[in-house]
């Protein structure tokens, strides 16, 4: 194998095959790596893309990054699908074999921790959204951001008039604000239960994700394969709950948010 060595996850070895289609960054099939008990499943690149130089300049590069995104992501997916992988960060290069191995090497003990730790396990992703609620479909916003409330106040009588339809208007989103994050209290309590593990995430901002109404929650929970049934069953009977809410599920991923890897 020429060309530099991009490497997707480590695992240990693992007998059922990937598809025999599955290919991954510049349509190359990913290849097995096995040092000792470990594997790292690498791909070929091209130097002229993936040397230090220019892959600065393609991380510069929504569409190249975009692409390349999902092409790892393919591979880990399958990957998931046969076995508990530790997926290391987008675009982790070596110069040849020897370089994977030796990084396999300096970090045996901290990979074979890990593996140990997610073994048999998936994580999900459960987001809670405040649904749109303006008649021209703006998103409502928290108490206090300084955006425009659900509604304008109706035409007042008096100066008096306008400052309690304001209060009121006021207290109807902070009680709104107050029953969404009870509920998604509750429910991050509940899937937590299936959980041996939770992140909580930042709320993701609408400008960047482009999703529909205010996000909530944004948790990321370490699932047992043996308990994922009961998870998705529980966040399905949960959806109908709380009108006004929207609860979105992701995943089965590896393990991502409980990886500790930094690579």
Not at 39 to 68: C, I, K, M, S, Y
Not at 77 to 85: G, I, K, R, Y
Not at 138 to 160: D, I, L, Q, Y
Request: net charge negative.
């Amino acid at each position: 194998m020429s060309g530099l060595r991009y490497v997707y996850a480590v695992c240990r070895p693992f007998g059922t095959p990937l598809p025999a289609q599955l290919t991954g960054v510049g349509g190359v099939p990913p290849k097995q790596l096995v040092h000792r008990g470990l594997v790292a499943l690498v791909g070929q690149v091209p130097e002229e893309d993936f040397a230090e130089e220019p892959l600065r300049a393609h991380l510069e590069d929504l569409d190249w990054l975009g692409a390349t995104a999902r092409a790892h992501q393919n591979v880990i997916d399958a990957l998931t699908v046969v076995t508990s992988p530790l997926p290391l960060r987008l675009a982790t290069v070596f110069r040849d074999d020897s370089g994977v191995r030796t990084m396999l090497e300096e970090r045996e003990e901290t990979f074979l921790r890990t593996l140990d730790r997610l073994d048999g396990r998936v994580e999900w992703g459960v987001k809670v959204y405040s649904e749109p609620t303006d008649a021209d479909g703006t998103p409502e916003t928290s108490p206090g951001t300084g955006a425009r409330p659900a509604s304008a106040p109706g035409k007042a009588a008096s100066g008096r008039d306008y400052l309690r339809q304001r209060r009121n208007q006021r207290r109807e989103s902070e009680e709104k604000w107050e029953r969404a994050e009870q509920f998604a209290s509750r429910l991050h309590e509940s899937l937590s239960g299936y959980a041996e593990d939770t992140r909580t995430h930042a709320p993701q901002n609408a400008a960047l994700s482009r999703a529909p109404g205010r996000n909530i929650l944004n948790a990321a929970y370490l699932v047992p394969r043996t308990e994922s049934e009961a998870f998705v069953e529980l966040v399905d009977r949960t959806k109908d709950d709380a009108p006004g809410l929207r609860v979105e599920l992701t995943g089965p991923w590896a393990a991502y948010s409980f990886s500790g890897e930094d690579a």
